[in-house]
């Protein structure tokens, strides 16, 4: 059995599935430096306590 020439189908959808993973790569590296400097800048407000029942006026 020879080896044969990859079909152009084949070559295109690797570029395609490339170009689609670079962006997604891209995406979550800018979610995560925005996560990453929010977090060391204290820009974000802890979650509250609170307990069904014991409001306070």
Do not use: C, W
């Amino acid at each position: 059995m020879s080896l044969s020439k990859q079909h152009e189908i084949h070559t295109r959808r690797f570029g395609r599935n490339l170009g689609v993973g670079l962006v997604l790569a891209g995406f979550i590296a800018v979610i995560f430096g925005l996560t990453v400097v929010k977090v060391s800048r204290g820009d974000y407000e802890p979650a509250r306590a609170t307990t069904v029942g014991t409001e306070t006026n």
